[in-house]
């Protein structure tokens, strides 16, 4: 099973460029997040996703967008990359709330983004 | 996640018990999570408690909770090296889950 596969793994971009970061994930789940991993300050969500066509601000949207293709796809962009968007990204997945099966986040291996 | 407060790092020898303490802020929240994350690697459930519940076992691993004083830890006995990993306690609230910084956790042979 693949559950969520984000890509790329790893990226290198210099200031000012732009890319689009890729999540796709085949449990047919509803929501989808995007997440930002650095050292000492855990992860902070940038944007989710409760369900096909909805997209909404997380705690740290600012330099990014985002876009919920169709159910399986939710891709993260950077329209003008910053040094201070050096991170790790996390895509994650759950389905629908009310049991706790489906409200366990399932997430990708990582794209580990510099900028430079 | 400046909601959830964890310790950044513990080290403990094979064969120990390791206590990892979590604090949160939000007596909303329904459940309570663990995720551990390998070098390398995504996040991946490893437990978790319902906010009525006081404790859950689940054969190493303890969960206890206060939800007077927003406090959950994470006990794993006999700590084997395999358990070396970065350790999140996790709440949820409605659409969102909030992460804690991440507990690195070292285990000396």
């Known amino acids: 099973n693949a559950g969520v596969t984000q890509t790329p793994k790893f990226q290198v971009l210099k200031t000012g460029q732009s890319m689009t970061l890729q999540c796709a994930q085949d449990m047919n789940h509803n929501s989808m997040y995007w997440y930002r991993q650095d050292p000492g300050m855990g992860l902070r969500l940038i944007y989710y996703?409760?369900?096909?066509?909805?997209?909404d601000k997380g705690e740290v949207p600012n330099g990014y967008n985002v876009s919920r293709l169709n159910k399986r796809e939710f891709s993260l962009r950077l329209e003008s990359a910053a040094p201070s968007q050096t991170s790790v990204y996390f895509c994650?997945?759950?389905?629908?709330?009310?049991?706790?099966?489906?409200?366990?986040?399932?997430f990708g291996q990582g794209t580990r983004l510099t900028v430079v | 996640g400046e909601d959830v407060e964890q310790s950044l790092f513990l080290s403990v020898r094979e064969g120990d018990s390791s206590v990892i303490n979590c604090t949160y802020t939000d007596s909303s929240s329904t459940y309570l999570y663990w995720y551990k994350q390998e070098p390398g690697a995504g996040l991946q459930l490893l437990t978790y408690?319902?906010?009525?519940?006081d404790m859950k076992q689940d054969q190493r691993l303890t969960v206890l909770l206060n939800k007077k004083d927003k406090h959950l830890s994470l006990r794993i006995a006999d700590t084997q090296t395999g358990d070396s990993a970065i350790y999140f306690c996790?709440?949820?609230?409605?659409?969102?889950?909030?992460f804690g910084a991440g507990t690195r956790l070292t285990v000396k042979p």
């Open positions: 996703s409760a369900s096909e066509g909805t997209t």
């Open positions: 408690i319902f906010s009525n519940m």
């Open positions: 996790a709440e949820s609230i409605n659409n969102d889950m909030r």
């Open positions: 994650a997945s759950s389905g629908h709330r009310g049991h706790i099966e489906d409200t366990e986040a399932f």
